[in-house]
Every structure is written in C-alpha cells, then in structure tokens.
C-alpha cells in the first residue's frame, strides 16, 4: 500500500520539492531516506497535483536529487504517550534519546492536537504560590494559566523557571499527580543540563519528561519539539488527571525557526521577516494550556523569550503577549544592580489574578495592595527621573517618601534569593509595610475599610 | 443543484478547485470526504479558490468538491439569543456533545436547535398583505427579548395562510404568503441570510442618543452613539478586552453580540460563566438573555476567523430590523485583518503595507458602514453599535489596521500602555481619545441629564489639558516653584484622574456608574475648584486648604455614595463649604 517514490524535483533550505506524488494528504508525515540510508521524516506543507512540497526536520544537507526515495506515511505527526514518558528524555521528534530504549506508546496523538472548545473550558481560577513576593502579590500565577517570562540574553530567567517549578504549590497536586513537561528549543546544551541538574537536585526528575531540540540540532525538529511536549502534557493532564507545569525555552529560537522556514518557501513577511501566520501558530501552542469541564488536571505555562535587543515591541515578545495570559517580564538595569528576580513590575502582568485573589482565594486586601504597590511604583518613576533633574533635596516632602518606598520595595519586596521560599501572607505583610512608609492620603487606590484594617501599624 | 469539482491543490487553508466552472462567488462548498466546510472567495479562469473553515490537515487533490450552489449564510431566527457559535455559526455546545472538548472537523451541526418548541403568537391574519421586512409573528426568546418572525426581505405579497397560535420549531412552515403571480413562498420561524450582504432597511436615520456604558471617561468625554462606530485599540495589557467586556454587561444596547475574534479562548469562557450569572440593572434578567456569543479563539481555524466579524453583523442586523438596539463587539478586528492577510499571502496577492492586502481598507469600511440608526423596512427604529478592538503590533499606532480603522470610526479611544503599567484603569488617554459624536449628542445630554452636562464636561477636558501643559514644566523644576493658582490647577486635575476618570471594573459600586451620578461627580469636582479658587483669591496658599484634606476625601466618593444615595452630593457641597469656610476664617485669626 505504502508508495515510494524516487527522486526529487529541488531542494531549498529545509524545504524539498517531488513531482508526480499520487495519494499523498496535505501536512502528512513522509520518510526521506538518504543516500547513506538513514531516514528522515518531513512533511507536507504544500500540495497540488503537479507538486508536492516537504518541510524536512532534520535538515536536507546530503541529500540528492537523484537517489532520494520518499515515502509518505498516510498519517500526520504522531507520538506515543503513555505515563512511561515522566522520568524519560526525547529529541524534538518525540525519539528517546536517553537510550533507556523505546517507549511503550499506549496511544498514538495527532502531536498538532485540535483546539479546545471555549464551551469546555473550565476558567482557571486557583493561584498557585510560588513563594517568590513579587509574583504571588503581584503578577499571580493561577493553575491552568499560560504565563511567560519576556527576559534578555545572560539574564536568570533560567533559574527563575526553576524556583517557580521547585516551590510551587498547586492546589490538589501531591508528588502523585504532579509533573513537568520541559521542552528545549535552539538552547545551549549547558541551559538543558541546568534545568536536568536542578530537577535532579530537587528530587523531581523522575517526574519530567523532556524533549531536547538543542542548538546543535535541526531546525525543522525545533518546530514539532513543542508540540510533541504539548501532547504529552494534555496526555497527562486530561486523560491522567495530573497537574502538569510545562516550561517552553526558548520561544525567540522557535519563532526564528519559523521565520526560517517560511522564507525558505518564499512566504511574503509581515513585520521583521516573520511570516504572516506567527500569531496564529504561536496560539496553537499557548492555547494548549488550561482546564477542562469533567478532568481534574490542568496544564500551566510557562514559556520562556528572549526579546532581541530588551524590546518588548519586537513581534515574538509582542504576539507572544496578545496571546497569553499576561507576562513576567525581567530587566536588566535590575539585574545590573544585583536585584535577584530582577522582575520588572510595571509591564508585567498577570490577567487572570484579578480572578484568582482577594476574598475566599488569598486575602481579601490582596487587590487593592497590589494595586497600590503598582501605582505607588509607578510613580516612584516619576519622581525619580525628577530628581535626576532638581536634586534630591529639592523634592517635596511626599516625593522624599516615595523615593524611601522605592528603594525599600526593590530591597525587601522584589529581592529574594534562589532558595528563598515565602508565604503569601508574609509577602502581603511586607507589602503593607513599604505603603506604611506613606502618607495615608497617597494610597487612593485602597477602598476605605479595607485601609483602615490593614494600614494601621500592628500593635506590639 | 450540486456542482461539483476536485481540489487541484492545497495549501493551509486555501484550497485550489480544478475541473469545474459553475461555481460562483461566496458558494458554500464541503471540501473533501469529511465535507469540509468552505468558501468561494475567488472563481478565475481555471481554478476556484476556495477557503477552508476548518483545518486542511488530510485533504488530497482530486477530493470532491461540492456546492449547492447557495451562498454562504447564517440561519436567523429564534435560540440565537443565549447560543455560543464559532465563527460560521456553528453552536460550541452541540459540537461538544458530538466531539468532545476538543473540536473536530467535518461535523454537521444545526445553527438553531431543531427540536426545540416556540411559543409563537401570530400577528397577521389571512389576507393581509405584506412586504419583506414586515413582523407577522412573535415570541418570546428570553425573558428578556421579544423575537419577531420577519418575511424575508425580497418576499411580499398575501397572505394566504397563517398558522394558528401555538408551538411550533424553526422549521414548521407557520405561513405563507402568495405574491400577484399567486406564487407562494412558505415562512418559517427562520430563514437563511447570506453572510456577506448587508440586510437591507428603509432609511438611515441620523445619530440622536448615547449609547451609555456606565464608564465615565466614555460616557462623559468620549461618548458612544447608538448606530454608531467606536475603536478601541492598545498594545497588548491596556485593557481592550475588559473594555470591550464592560460594555457588553453594563451598555443600555438592547442586545449584545460579541465576537471573540483569533482571542483567547479562556476569554470567551469567562464571558460565558459571568454573563449567566450577572444580572442587567435595568432589567433585572440575566445578561446572558440579550447576549450571543460568537468563538473564533486565536488557536481555531484563521479562516473562520474572517468569516466571525460577518456572521456577528449579520445576527446584529437581523435584530435591528425586529426594532432593537444592537451593540456588536468585536475583539480583535487585528485578527480579523490578519486573517485577511494570511489568506491574501496564500493567494500571493500583491500585498500592500506590511503585507496587509490592498483591499484591507475597502473591507474595514464595509464592515463599519454596517452600523447605523435605521428605519427598518416595516417601520421599526433599531440601530447597530459598532465597537472593534485594535490590536497594533507593538502599540504602535501608525500601522495599517489602526489608521485604516481611525478613518471610519467616530469614537477613538486610544488605550495607553503607560497608564496601564500605572494601573490607571480604564487605561484611556484623555489626551489622544475623541468622540465626534459629543457636539451631535450633547441636546440629548442637557435634554435628559442636566443642562450643564455639556458645560462641565468641557470644563473638565480644559482642566486636564492644563495639567498637561503644566506637567511639561513640573517634569522640569518640580510643581513647588509653580503659582498657586496653577498648583491647584493640577490639584484639580488629580482628583478628576483619581477620582473621576479611573474606574475600578471589579468594584461592586464603580463597576457601573448611571449617567446622573457620573454629571453629580464632575459637577462636585467642579463645585471644589470654583471654592478653592475664591479661596486663593483672599491671598491664602493653597498648602492650607489641600491640608484639610478636602481634595483628599472627594477622590473615594467613587466607592462611597452608591446609586441610591445621589442626595449625598449635597451634603458634599456642605463639606467642602465648611472647610473653605474654616480655612478663610483661620487666615482672619491670624491677620487680627
Ligand atoms: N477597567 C479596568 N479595571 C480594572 N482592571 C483592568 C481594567 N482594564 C484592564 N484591567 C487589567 O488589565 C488586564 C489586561 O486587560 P485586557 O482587557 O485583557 O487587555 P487587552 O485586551 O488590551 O490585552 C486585565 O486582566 C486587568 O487586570
Ligand atoms: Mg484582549
């Protein structure tokens, strides 16, 4: 049944081109096997009845027109699933490459999957503590959530996924049914080794599966490895019940890989180079996160970006952020001055917190703090760039405490060290103590019973 | 009559149809043996181009392509009202009985439960003669929503039988109607509407009332109309969607249709769960029973993506013409043009500005000149409210879908990324933000709310120009140095931001504020700067009277003094006697 077909028309960049296919269905998978014999899969992305066009992922160095044989596959991309996967390490392809042998797949997934019907969707509504002040207060992560971190190149964007993972606390999870879904795109083989060595520290690693698409390896693989680690982790959330924290890095590699591809076929760009369908596809992979009406497991989010040159306006953190569900988004100037997460407050957001605090969640002045604490913050940006113009000693009185609360909360609020693990009620309680440091009268955005309980200092 | 012909080739969703010439412009074709649905958007020489609402993933060449040859189209009759559709009309909910929580392809599901009984009271008799748009029947479609069966535009003529009263489906013929050549046409509860043609009315009426949202900055500077066009654009985080979202609950429209266009899907399930359960403050019914909701999300076929925006003025229109005021939302119109654009780059079209085709303006006119205040064909008033949400790539205002858009919408409201990062909610520019229709509107607003409604509204605007000016020098010395006339100037101004402009959406008091209460908080505002100012002209500084805390204690009022309280401005008016009062009588002391 299964055709093979001999020769090809062209190759470009990952892309080749066959004439005379019969029976092949567009965006199916096709084995390519080289003149040496070994075999690479592709697929179709292009089809008509004079031409067929194939995305090889592994690359099309070495292969040659004439001796080339094609065979197509009838299906498109699969990958075996079964709770073997956790403790296990694959390629982007979904291939175990940890020689521990082959997986004992109880179901073959489509690894595109199908979109979730917005009606199935449960709202995520549980936050999740990650004992670091700045999110929980302020950027709260909730399960089912998809939220980034927008970072540069050689900022601890690294380590800050991997406190969130070891001292997360989600709602329901136990070391049962908890697990983490780690995919690598385009990233150096020492930042796969961090994150395989830090799971190992903290005792988890029998509970991630990772899928490695390293620098080093294909770029055509660097486009299913994301989607093989999705289907995974709907695997284990939907059909296995599981909590499962998914960590996507890096998404600018992917987003390269795309653009690479795309202009390879021609495609006319849209905004620096990226093919015009970016947003779509970057949504058929955020959106895999979330909950479902009738599982009890969900799957969060938490894809990692390096923004080319910091600028949050460059289209992959851009279309990333319309997408998500908000962003944490690192900044160097903290970094520089040796603040650790350097989380830079003001553009970071979390849009499902407003759901997930307050009243019967975590507290309920957590709104109203956070609130304040932004616009406290954001207006210790204005005075600061004023004093750098008259001088510090020029500032009013009110001013003068606004630079006071400034540096106590990127002291006491937004520091903390890598092992430092604290609860939303002391990260709450150190939020009351900076505003305490101004006058009653600046903190407009707290309604007033809720000012008069929590302002006051505490007694003894 | 099928038409058939075989796919020449494939390419995401745009799909080649070779082998045939009778297909014609906007057909409703099924694509493949799982009968894709798809349309024709473009029939040249040899070749059809079809494009595909579902994913193409599987399809081969030489796979059947069939049309019946009828156009691409919405049903339209009772159910709508309460349904979740995808972007061709496709109930979310009966897909998930036949799929499961994820959506498959090839599924055949009714737009309008077939089943279902509706209790019809008919309300002409045999012999009467009527003309397409005419209301021959009703029934309650919520509590909330009177349906009238509508003979199709088009159709006219006698009637020559008419069901009795009683139950009936969206498919029982409930009359017909006999025209001179005595051919009759059967009516039923619902009829089909092609997607892509305007229905049509009798006249255009000019814009003559607000269409409040209970949002001040937009209700008193930046007004919408009914029949109206508003944008609503901002880098991501800036609050379009909560925008979008508070005027789709708490907008005086008599009906919603939303449209969650390449969005996200959580957004849309929220929308769901609050709006069954969040009651209309006028009504006292559930939002729900004056919403449709239609789900093309972001992860969902971009196809059906372009289709979303048509098929939501289309249910929109439908109901204008029962005589009903529609506010249609649609989150984002970006997405929409990017689907444009992706389908226009698998064409190979020649694009224009940022690969966005050339036709993307034409388009958005289209679509925007489909809202209005009509007469509708029998007579009735309605109108359609258009308000799209602009999603620029990186906030940058000049791209082509903003400024596309700005040429053919009334109301602007520029979403600024930092007043966002401020938390300053709603985060809309005071400064960059316009409405054209406050001059048409403001007879309305002295009619019905207050005859200084306009005066202090361009009071305020002044006053927070000022402030603009003036922090133009503060960002330089400091406000310190500035006269004390000009300190309170920017005093003013920062109990208007605070105060009046920032509005809290998850606050159960300022979530919706009636207009009243809205002229009330700039009249007291006003009230405030007019004492302050007599005060300041007796020489005294203006550091005494913001110690009494005066300025301080309107910002909270917001919270404070609910709906039911308004009588409570005056006691405000007392208070901010008495502590000019006390200030001037202080200074006397001293002076004797
Ligand atoms: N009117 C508002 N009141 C309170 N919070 C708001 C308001 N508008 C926006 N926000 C906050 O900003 C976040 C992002 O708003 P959203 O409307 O989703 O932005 P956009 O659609 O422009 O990306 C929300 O999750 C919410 O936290
Ligand atoms: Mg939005």
Same mark, same amino acid.
């Given at each position: 049944?299964?055709?093979?077909?001999?020769?090809?028309?062209?190759?470009?960049?990952?892309?080749?081109?066959?004439?005379?296919?019969?029976?092949?269905?567009?965006?199916?998978?096709?084995?390519?096997?080289?003149?040496?014999?070994?075999?690479?899969?592709?697929?179709?992305?292009?089809?008509?009845?004079?031409?067929?066009?194939?995305?090889?992922?592994?690359?099309?160095?070495?292969?040659?027109?004439?001796?080339?044989?094609?065979?197509?596959?009838?299906?498109?991309?699969?990958?075996?699933?079964?709770?073997?996967?956790?403790?296990?390490?694959?390629?982007?392809?979904?291939?175990?490459?940890?020689?521990?042998?082959?997986?004992?797949?109880?179901?073959?997934?489509?690894?595109?999957?199908?979109?979730?019907?917005?009606?199935?969707?449960?709202?995520?509504?549980?936050?999740?503590?990650?004992?670091?002040?700045?999110?929980?207060?302020?950027?709260?992560?909730?399960?089912?959530?998809?939220?980034?971190?927008?970072?540069?190149?050689?900022?601890?964007?690294?380590?800050?996924?991997?406190?969130?993972?070891?001292?997360?606390?989600?709602?329901?999870?136990?070391?049962?049914?908890?697990?983490?879904?780690?995919?690598?795109?385009?990233?150096?083989?020492?930042?796969?080794?961090?994150?395989?060595?830090?799971?190992?520290?903290?005792?988890?690693?029998?509970?991630?599966?990772?899928?490695?698409?390293?620098?080093?390896?294909?770029?055509?693989?660097?486009?299913?490895?994301?989607?093989?680690?999705?289907?995974?982790?709907?695997?284990?959330?939907?059909?296995?019940?599981?909590?499962?924290?998914?960590?996507?890095?890096?998404?600018?590699?992917?987003?390269?890989?795309?653009?690479?591809?795309?202009?390879?076929?021609?495609?006319?760009?849209?905004?620096?180079?990226?093919?015009?369908?970016?947003?779509?596809?970057?949504?058929?992979?955020?959106?895999?996160?979330?909950?479902?009406?009738?599982?009890?497991?969900?799957?969060?989010?938490?894809?990692?970006?390096?923004?080319?040159?910091?600028?949050?306006?460059?289209?992959?953190?851009?279309?990333?952020?319309?997408?998500?569900?908000?962003?944490?988004?690192?900044?160097?100037?903290?970094?520089?001055?040796?603040?650790?997460?350097?989380?830079?407050?003001?553009?970071?957001?979390?849009?499902?917190?407003?759901?997930?605090?307050?009243?019967?969640?975590?507290?309920?002045?957590?709104?109203? /703090?956070?609130?304040?604490?932004?616009?406290?913050?954001?207006?210790?940006?204005?005075?600061?760039?004023?004093?750098?113009?008259?001088?510090?000693?020029?500032?009013?009185?009110?001013?003068?405490?606004?630079?006071?609360?400034?540096?106590?909360?990127?002291?006491?609020?937004?520091?903390?060290?890598?092992?430092?693990?604290?609860?939303?009620?002391?990260?709450?309680?150190?939020?009351?103590?900076?505003?305490?440091?101004?006058?009653?009268?600046?903190?407009?955005?707290?309604?007033?019973?809720?000012?008069?309980?929590?302002?006051?200092?505490?007694?003894? | 009559?099928?038409?058939?012909?075989?796919?020449?080739?494939?390419?995401?969703?745009?799909?080649?149809?070779?082998?045939?010439?009778?297909?014609?412009?906007?057909?409703?074709?099924?694509?493949?043996?799982?009968?894709?649905?798809?349309?024709?958007?473009?029939?040249?020489?040899?070749?059809?181009?079809?494009?595909?609402?579902?994913?193409?993933?599987?399809?081969?060449?030489?796979?059947?392509?069939?049309?019946?040859?009828?156009?691409?189209?919405?049903?339209?009759?009772?159910?709508?009202?309460?349904?979740?559709?995808?972007?061709?009309?496709?109930?979310?909910?009966?897909?998930?009985?036949?799929?499961?929580?994820?959506?498959?392809?090839?599924?055949?599901?009714?737009?309008?439960?077939?089943?279902?009984?509706?209790?019809?009271?008919?309300?002409?008799?045999?012999?009467?003669?009527?003309?397409?748009?005419?209301?021959?029947?009703?029934?309650?479609?919520?509590?909330?929503?009177?349906?009238?069966?509508?003979?199709?535009?088009?159709?006219?003529?006698?009637?020559?039988?008419?069901?009795?009263?009683?139950?009936?489906?969206?498919?029982?013929?409930?009359?017909?109607?006999?025209?001179?050549?005595?051919?009759?046409?059967?009516?039923?509860?619902?009829?089909?509407?092609?997607?892509?043609?305007?229905?049509?009315?009798?006249?255009?009426?000019?814009?003559?009332?607000? /269409?409040?949202?209970?949002?001040?900055?937009?209700?008193?500077?930046?007004?919408?109309?009914?029949?109206?066009?508003?944008?609503?654009?901002?880098?991501?985080?800036?609050?379009?969607?909560?925008?979008?979202?508070?005027?789709?609950?708490?907008?005086?429209?008599?009906?919603?249709?939303?449209?969650?266009?390449?969005?996200?899907?959580?957004?849309?399930?929220?929308?769901?769960?609050?709006?069954?359960?969040?009651?209309?403050?006028?009504?006292?019914?559930?939002?729900?029973?004056?919403?449709?909701?239609?789900?093309?999300?972001?992860?969902?076929?971009?196809?059906?993506?372009?289709?979303?925006?048509?098929?939501?003025?289309?249910?929109?229109?439908?109901?204008?013409?029962?005589?009903?005021?529609?506010?249609?939302?649609?989150?984002?119109?970006?997405?929409?043009?990017?689907?444009?654009?992706?389908?226009?780059?698998?064409?190979?079209?020649?694009?224009?500005?940022?690969?966005?085709?050339?036709?993307?303006?034409?388009?958005?006119?289209?679509?925007?000149?489909?809202?209005?205040?009509?007469?509708?064909?029998?007579?009735?008033?309605?109108?359609?409210?258009?308000?799209?949400?602009?999603?620029?790539?990186?906030?940058?205002?000049?791209?082509?879908?903003?400024?596309?858009?700005?040429?053919?919408?009334?109301?602007?409201?520029?979403?600024?990324?930092?007043?966002?990062?401020?938390?300053?909610?709603?985060?809309?520019?005071?400064?960059?933000?316009?409405?054209?229709?406050?001059?048409?509107?403001?007879?309305?607003?002295?009619?019905?709310?207050?005859?200084?409604?306009?005066?202090?509204?361009?009071?305020?605007?002044?006053?927070?120009?000022?402030?603009?000016?003036?922090?133009?020098?503060?960002?330089?010395?400091?406000?310190?140095?500035?006269?004390?006339?000009?300190?309170?100037?920017?005093?003013?101004?920062?109990?208007?931001?605070?105060?009046?402009?920032?509005?809290?959406?998850?606050?159960?008091?300022?979530?919706?504020?009636?207009?009243?209460?809205?002229?009330?908080?700039?009249?007291?505002?006003?009230?405030?700067?007019?004492?302050?100012?007599?005060?300041?002209?007796?020489?005294?500084?203006?550091?005494?009277?913001?110690?009494?805390?005066?300025?301080?204690?309107?910002?909270?009022?917001?919270?404070?003094?609910?709906?039911?309280?308004?009588?409570?401005?005056?006691? /405000?008016?007392?208070?901010?006697?008495?502590?000019?009062?006390?200030?001037?009588?202080?200074?006397?002391?001293?002076?004797?």
């Amino acid at each position: 049944m299964k055709m093979e077909y001999m020769g090809l028309k062209s190759i470009s960049g990952s892309l080749v081109i066959l004439q005379g296919i019969k029976e092949a269905s567009f965006e199916e998978i096709v084995e390519i096997k080289t003149d040496e014999g070994d075999v690479r899969i592709g697929k179709i992305i292009e089809l008509a009845k004079d031409y067929t066009v194939v995305q090889v992922y592994e690359g099309t160095h070495g292969l040659s027109l004439k001796n080339t044989v094609t065979r197509p596959s009838g299906k498109p991309m699969e990958f075996g699933v079964s709770r073997e996967i956790l403790g296990r390490v694959f390629d982007g392809a979904g291939r175990p490459i940890d020689g521990l042998g082959a997986i004992f797949a109880e179901e073959y997934l489509d690894v595109n999957g199908k979109p979730i019907n917005p009606v199935s969707r449960r709202y995520p509504r549980d936050y999740i503590q990650t004992g670091i002040s700045s999110i929980d207060a302020l950027i709260t992560l909730i399960r089912g959530q998809k939220l980034p971190i927008f970072s540069g190149n050689g900022l601890p964007h690294d380590e800050l996924a991997i406190q969130i993972a070891s001292q997360a606390k989600i709602q329901d999870a136990d070391s049962e049914n908890f697990a983490i879904v780690f995919c690598a795109m385009g990233v150096s083989k020492d930042v796969a080794d961090f994150f395989r060595k830090s799971f190992e520290e903290s005792g988890v690693l029998g509970r991630v599966a990772m899928f490695l698409n390293l620098s080093s390896d294909p770029v055509g693989e660097r486009i299913v490895a994301p989607r093989c680690a999705l289907t995974a982790a709907e695997y284990l959330a939907f059909e296995q019940n599981m909590h499962i924290l998914v960590i996507l890095t890096d998404m600018t590699s992917y987003a390269e890989a795309l653009r690479e591809i795309s202009s390879s076929q021609n495609e006319i760009p849209s905004r620096k180079g990226y093919p015009g369908y970016l947003y779509s596809d970057l949504a058929s992979l955020y959106e895999r996160a979330g909950m479902l009406h009738g599982r009890e497991g969900s799957i969060t989010q938490i894809p990692i970006l390096t923004m080319p040159n910091d600028d949050i306006t460059h289209p992959i953190p851009d279309l990333t952020g319309y997408i998500t569900e908000g962003q944490i988004v690192l900044e160097r100037s903290l970094y520089q001055r040796g603040i650790y997460p350097p989380i830079s407050i003001l553009p970071s957001l979390s849009r499902l917190m407003k759901d997930g605090i307050g009243e019967g969640y975590t507290r309920e002045d957590h709104p109203d /703090l956070a609130n304040q604490l932004f616009a406290a913050y954001s207006n210790v940006q204005d005075v600061r760039s004023l004093a750098s113009v008259i001088g510090e000693d020029e500032l009013s009185e009110t001013d003068k405490k606004y630079m006071r609360f400034g540096e106590q909360f990127e002291k006491e609020f937004i520091t903390q060290s890598f092992d430092e693990n604290r609860d939303i009620s002391q990260t709450l309680e150190t939020g009351w103590n900076l505003l305490r440091i101004l006058p009653r009268s600046e903190l407009t955005r707290i309604d007033t019973k809720i000012l008069e309980k929590y302002y006051p200092r505490d007694e003894g | 009559m099928e038409v058939i012909g075989e796919i020449f080739s494939i390419n995401g969703p745009v799909v080649k149809v070779g082998k045939c010439e009778n297909f014609k412009m906007h057909d409703q074709v099924f694509v493949g043996d799982e009968q894709l649905i798809g349309e024709v958007i473009g029939v040249d020489g040899d070749n059809t181009i079809v494009q595909v609402y579902e994913s193409t993933t599987g399809l081969k060449t030489g796979d059947r392509v069939v049309s019946f040859q009828s156009p691409m189209s919405v049903t339209l009759g009772p159910g709508i009202i309460g349904g979740i559709f995808d972007g061709i009309q496709r109930p979310l909910k009966s897909i998930e009985d036949k799929s499961g929580p994820f959506i498959s392809r090839g599924l055949s599901v009714d737009p309008l439960d077939k089943s279902k009984k509706w209790k019809v009271k008919m309300l002409v008799s045999k012999g009467d003669v009527v003309s397409g748009g005419a209301v021959i029947a009703q029934t309650p479609e919520t509590p909330q929503i009177m349906h009238k069966v509508i003979v199709p535009p088009g159709i006219g003529g006698r009637i020559d039988y008419i069901a009795p009263d009683g139950e009936y489906t969206v498919s029982d013929v409930i009359a017909e109607i006999a025209d001179e050549q005595g051919n009759k046409t059967q009516i039923k509860l619902s009829h089909r509407w092609p997607i892509r043609v305007p229905r049509p009315y009798k006249n255009r009426i000019g814009i003559r009332e607000p /269409l409040l949202t209970g949002q001040r900055i937009i209700d008193t500077l930046f007004p919408f109309a009914k029949g109206g066009t508003a944008a609503v654009p901002g880098g991501f985080g800036t609050g379009k969607t909560m925008t979008q979202h508070q005027i789709a609950k708490w907008s005086d429209a008599d009906i919603i249709i939303y449209i969650g266009c390449g969005e996200r899907g959580n957004e849309m399930t929220q929308v769901l769960e609050e709006f069954t359960s969040l009651t209309d403050p006028k009504s006292g019914a559930l939002l729900m029973d004056r919403t449709a909701l239609i789900a093309n999300t972001s992860n969902m076929p971009v196809a059906a993506r372009e289709a979303s925006i048509y098929t939501g003025i289309t249910l929109a229109e439908y109901y204008r013409d029962m005589g009903y005021h529609v506010a249609i939302m649609a989150d984002s119109t970006s997405r929409w043009a990017e689907a444009l654009r992706e389908i226009s780059g698998r064409l190979e079209e020649m694009p224009a500005e940022e690969g966005f085709p050339a036709y993307l303006s034409s388009r958005l006119a289209a679509f925007y000149e489909r809202a209005g205040y009509i007469e509708s064909l029998s007579g009735n008033e309605g109108s359609i409210t258009i308000i799209g949400a602009v999603s620029p790539q990186g906030g940058d205002f000049s791209e082509p879908v903003t400024q596309n858009t700005k040429r053919f919408v009334r109301s602007f409201l520029a979403l600024d990324r930092q007043l966002a990062y401020a938390r300053h909610y709603p985060a809309i520019n005071w400064l960059s933000s316009y409405s054209e229709y406050a001059g048409l509107l403001s007879g309305w607003y002295e009619e019905n709310v207050d005859d200084r409604f306009m005066l202090n509204r361009k009071r305020i605007i002044a006053l927070l120009q000022e402030e603009a000016s003036l922090n133009e020098i503060v960002k330089l010395i400091g406000s310190d140095v500035l006269p004390d006339d000009q300190k309170l100037v920017l005093e003013t101004a920062r109990v208007i931001r605070v105060g009046f402009l920032q509005q809290n959406a998850f606050h159960p008091i300022d979530t919706f504020v009636p207009i009243k209460k809205q002229f009330l908080m700039m009249d007291i505002i006003l009230y405030l700067h007019d004492k302050s100012k007599d005060v300041l002209q007796r020489g005294i500084p203006i550091s005494q009277l913001i110690e009494t805390g005066i300025f301080d204690s309107i910002i909270p009022i917001k919270y404070q003094i609910n709906s039911e309280q308004l009588d409570k401005f005056d006691l /405000l008016r007392n208070k901010i006697d008495e502590a000019c009062k006390k200030v001037i009588e202080n200074n006397e002391v001293v002076k004797r």
